[in-house]
């Protein structure tokens, strides 16, 4: 018996299996849609009624695979611990903590019930292959980050110099050097801060070119990964 059901909840090629993933990925849907309707103001009772019963469904069943994918699996605590047994039980436990309750602190987590969409990375073979070529390129993608934050405090602490004097009310402090230097550097560009000063303006022009490399390095991190992650049986396939 748990070896059937281990085949089942967990994935492989059979069709038993299959549907068992296709179910679960068309609750997890389901309930991002309930989540969403049900912050939609004015509802009628009965709405709000099916709504309920919905998530109650839901919660069920994924509170029943969760235990079940406890029964099969050998090192119990291992798959508690990881990042699918993390997000499975996320996906549960704010139905059951506010379960009874009238807090409205507690409301609050109903947020977390958005962690179902993670659900569906273990289903999906194009998030998993994507999941693989990020944690493959972890390392530079933790470097590249950390260049990042530096380039952003420079950014900061030069556009301070340049525009504190000219503009003391936007560029008080580095702190408040900070939000200009991210939205440029990302080159998002709000125009709610900007330089007046001729020197600002061109250290502005040589941190937007850095902002180009910014936004372009990572995709190629990416994409590099991506290609060597191709898992060689589904190449074959």
């Not at 493959?136 to 110099?161: H, K, M, N, P, Q």
Request: glycine content about 4%; proline content about 3%.
């Amino acid at each position: 018996m748990k070896q059937r059901i281990k085949n089942i909840v967990e994935i492989n090629d059979s069709k038993a299996s299959k549907f068992f993933a296709i179910f679960i990925q068309v609750l997890i849907l389901i309930s991002i849609v309930t989540f969403t309707l049900e912050t939609t103001p004015n509802l009628e009772p009965r709405t709000y009624t099916i709504i309920n019963i919905i998530e109650v469904f839901c919660v069920l069943v994924f509170t029943l695979e969760y235990l079940l994918r406890i029964y099969v699996t050998e090192r119990k605590l291992k798959f508690i611990f990881s990042f699918y047994g993390i997000i499975d039980l996320l996906a549960i436990l704010p139905f059951y903590l506010s379960f009874g309750f009238d807090l409205r602190a507690l409301r609050a987590l109903r947020f977390l019930r958005l962690f179902r969409v993670f659900k569906l990375v273990r289903y999906n073979r194009a998030l998993n292959h994507f999941s693989r070529a990020i944690k493959s390129s972890r390392e530079e993608i933790f470097l590249f980050l950390f260049i990042t934050l530096i380039l952003i405090y420079f950014s900061a602490v030069g556009i301070y110099y340049f525009e504190n004097e000219a503009q003391p009310e936007h560029f008080a402090s580095i702190l408040d050097s900070l939000w200009w230097a991210i939205i440029t550097l990302t080159t998002v560009g709000y125009g709610d801060v900007y330089p007046i000063t001729a020197g600002g303006k061109i250290f502005t022009f040589f941190i937007l070119l850095i902002g180009l490399g910014i936004v372009a390095i990572p995709t190629g991190i990416i994409s590099s990964a991506l290609t060597k992650s191709v898992d060689p049986h589904e190449e074959e396939k």
